[in-house]
């Protein structure tokens, strides 16, 4: 079956450290990846997408490269912040049509000023 | 261009009791679909609505049901809930033709006792 797996957290780090949370996935046919951000007592806000292998999604910093070799959607950012510190979703969607997606099970980021 | 509004935001209900939560899409969206985030878990797809019809299911009892109105609103109906149901309520619209992403409302947190 379709299945995402994240790293597990909470992820610890001093501001302006480089980040990277690994996601991998497992799916049949040809998913759609995203990553999406949950700061505390809020819904999910998408942060990032990518539709086909090879696309790179970016935003706000952020980015994340569609790897289908490695069935990977690794979030990287360069210099994190404070204001970083939220929970992160890694998920795909492979039913065209609709809008069914599948869940990581989130990555905590503590950014420490 | 208003976004995605739950009601309420939080509610307590007794074991065995019924609960309506209340989604108002996007404006211009004509899908909306439903996820269940329990804590410290990542969200899970319950159903989706489109054209007043569900057209996906996730692993969820028939107990849990939905409407979608012709204004593009829609309701969550759960019946005889159970100590499991307590969760965070996710309700994201979205436009069939459009997007691939899914815009995510800020939830219904509900606590059953």
């Known amino acids: 079956g379709n299945s995402v797996t994240q790293m597990e957290g909470p992820v610890t780090l001093s501001e302006e450290a480089f980040l990277t949370i690994n996601c991998t996935y497992t799916?049949?046919?040809?998913?759609?990846l995203f990553w999406y951000v949950q700061y505390p007592g809020e819904g999910l806000q998408l942060l990032l997408k990518?539709?086909?292998?090879?696309d790179k999604g970016s935003n706000k910093g952020f980015e994340a490269t569609y790897r289908k070799e490695t069935t990977s959607f690794h979030l990287e950012k360069g210099s994190v912040q404070v204001s970083d510190s939220a929970v992160y979703f890694c998920a795909l969607s492979v039913d065209s049509g609709t809008y069914k997606y599948i869940f990581g099970t989130g990555t905590r980021l503590k950014v420490l000023a | 261009e208003t976004g995605v509004t739950q009601s309420p935001t939080h509610l307590i209900k007794t074991r065995g009791q019924q609960v309506t939560l209340r989604c108002s899409s996007q404006?211009?969206?004509?899908?909306v679909s439903w996820y269940q985030q329990a804590l410290g878990q990542g969200p899970q797809f319950i159903f989706q609505y489109y054209r007043e019809e569900e057209n996906g299911r996730g692993n969820f009892p028939p107990r849990f049901s939905g409407l979608q109105f012709p204004n593009y609103s829609s309701e969550l109906n759960v019946n005889a809930l159970e100590l499991d149901d307590s969760a965070l309520y996710l309700c994201?619209?979205?436009?069939?033709?459009?997007?691939?992403?899914?815009?995510f409302g800020q939830g219904t947190r509900l606590t059953v006792v």
């Open positions: 990518a539709t086909k292998a090879d």
């Open positions: 994201a619209s979205s436009k069939v033709g459009g997007n691939t992403e899914a815009f």
């Open positions: 404006s211009g969206h004509n899908t």
């Open positions: 799916a049949t046919g040809y998913p759609s």
